[in-house]
């Protein structure tokens, strides 16, 4: 089936760092999703694409719909630490109805 | 508004038994997905429903593995004969419509001993 591939698999930053990570799939996507998920809890829904190179911001966060359809990068800007999580990028391919999601990236924060 | 609800949040079975977990969407949700994390994992899709259309069960790992869902509400995921690799946090969630983002209820933690 449709695999999303993301990376890095974990980042260790200092905090006050710009954060940058992707996802990418051989099938073309019509939807782009980014999600945190906090221990113990669901994944939470960051930014939503719908459009190829469509540019979205929330706050400090960042996402772009790749111009391909087969991308999206996720940035985060000046991290602080309540950033600290497991950010997923999901998404929807034009030939299944479902959405799939990438294996995450694990943000940890250096004191 | 209430968002999504699973119960229990916790299950501690032993291995061989049967298992039945709550999925209780977002009322006037039409789309409800059940995905399997292990510890340290991603998500991994089980199973979507969406409206009256037949299930997606492409993502069951066996026939072990079985979800039912009433209409546009709850859903219940059934794990027969539990073995100890079933052991994750299975997670719900729901969408207003197909190309909506998906709103996740906290999981049910799963144990298998």
């Known amino acids: 089936g449709q695999q999303l591939n993301q990376s890095p698999q974990s980042m260790f930053i200092q905090e006050g760092e710009d954060v940058s990570m992707n996802c990418t799939s051989s099938?073309?996507?019509?939807?782009w999703l980014w999600y945190k998920q906090d221990p113990g809890e669901g994944p939470v829904l960051l930014i939503a694409?719908?459009?190829?190179?469509e540019l979205t911001s929330n706050g400090r966060l960042t996402a772009q719909f790749g111009i391909t359809r087969k991308d999206s990068f996720l940035n985060i800007s000046a991290s602080i630490p309540s950033d600290v999580g497991i950010y997923f990028c999901a998404g929807k391919t034009l030939r299944d109805d479902k959405i799939i999601f990438g294996k995450g990236t694990r943000l940890h924060i250096l004191p | 508004g209430a968002g999504v609800s699973q119960s229990p949040s916790n299950k501690v079975t032993e291995k061989g038994k049967d298992v039945e977990l709550r999925c209780d969407p977002i009322?006037?949700?039409?789309?409800l997905y059940w995905y399997r994390q292990r510890l340290g994992q991603g998500l991994e899709f089980l199973i979507y429903?969406?409206?009256?259309?037949?299930?997606?069960k492409s993502g069951l790992p066996s026939d072990r593995f079985s979800a039912e869902r009433t209409g546009e509400s709850v859903s219940t995921l059934t794990i027969q004969r539990t073995q100890q690799e079933d052991s994750a946090v299975y997670l719900c969630?729901?969408?207003?419509?197909?190309?909506?983002?998906?709103?996740f209820g906290n999981g049910t933690r799963l144990t298998v001993t």
């Open positions: 009322s006037g949700h039409t789309a």
């Open positions: 429903f969406q409206g009256n259309s037949a299930p997606d």
């Open positions: 099938s073309i996507f019509n939807t």
């Open positions: 694409l719908y459009k190829a190179g």
């Open positions: 969630a729901s969408s207003p419509g197909r190309n909506s983002p998906l709103h």
